[in-house]
Nanobody, 120 residues
Framework: QVQLVESGGGLVQAGGSLRLSCAASGSFFSLNAVGWFRQPPGKQRELVATITTTGSSTNLADSVRGRFTISRDNAKNTVYLQMNSLKPEDTAVYYC?????????????WGQGTQVTVSS
């Protein structure tokens, strides 16, 4: 059984920073590609950032490029989203999605989501 546990969300003022974490736990061999998504209130879910298995390649949405950074620590089975220069429009529920190699093959898992609120 595999779980993704998110942390780091909260309330921050515009211009501030937060670091989100997504840690995998359970029985698995490796945490592969990971993506961060967000869903602003009343809007559709959108892709924010992705990172490959080794961290050799990352992609960021145009709206966050230059402000957000995705990284990973494979020794801790954890992926991070460093969010700087936050804007009110960054307010959303943030989710991580991971492809995990475990007995039986690879499967996609979603975290429970964590609320990020940026005040003006």
């Amino acid at each position: 059984q595999v779980q993704l546990v998110e942390s780091g969300g909260g309330l921050v003022q515009a211009g501030g920073s937060l670091r989100l974490s997504c840690a995998a736990s359970g029985s698995f061999f490796s945490l592969n590609a990971v993506g961060w998504f967000r869903q602003p209130p009343g809007k559709q879910r959108e892709l924010v950032a992705t990172i490959t298995t080794t961290g050799s390649s990352t992609n960021l949405a145009d709206s966050v490029r230059g402000r957000f950074t995705i990284s990973r620590d494979n020794a801790k089975n954890t992926v991070y989203l460093q969010m700087n220069s936050l804007k009110p429009e960054d307010t959303a529920v943030y989710y991580c999605k991971a492809t995990i190699w475990r007995p039986g093959g690879t499967h996609d898992y979603w975290g429970q989501g964590t609320q990020v609120t940026v005040s003006s």
